[in-house]
Nanobody
Framework: QVQFVESGGGLVQPGGSLRLSCTAS????????MDWYRQAPGKQRELIAR???????IYTEAVKGRFTISRDNGKDTVYLEMNNLKVEDTAVYYC???????WGPGTEVTVSS
């Protein structure tokens, strides 16, 4: 069974940057499309970025141009580089794969001055 663990969240000022990481256990990682989701307080969880098993990125409009998703199959890790952060990016960020319907426990990102 694959498990995911996110890291890299924290408190950052508007306009700042953070890099989230998500490492997978098991040996399925390279075969999975990987997603980053987020859930803001009082809102539903939303998909914000995906990197296919072939390495192609897909973004929602809310983060396009500011966030970059990437993966390192040698490290079983997917990354989310977040730049020009806004207050509305405050959320718990989760990584996972819809293919196997599994997600990590999340890492909290707070954007505040």
């Amino acid at each position: 069974q694959v498990q995911f663990v996110e890291s890299g969240g924290g408190l950052v000022q508007p306009g700042g940057s953070l890099r989230l990481s998500c490492t997978a256990s098991g040996n399925m990682f390279r075969h999975l499309d990987m997603d980053w989701y987020r859930q803001a307080p009082g809102k539903q969880r939303e998909l914000i970025a995906r990197v296919t098993k072939g390495g192609d990125p897909i973004y929602t409009e809310a983060v396009k141009g500011r966030f970059t998703i990437s993966r390192d199959n040698g490290k079983d890790t997917v990354y989310l580089e977040m730049n020009n952060l806004k207050v509305e990016d405050t959320a718990v960020y989760y990584c996972g794969s819809m293919t196997i319907r599994a997600w990590g426990p999340g890492t909290e990102v707070t954007v505040s001055s």
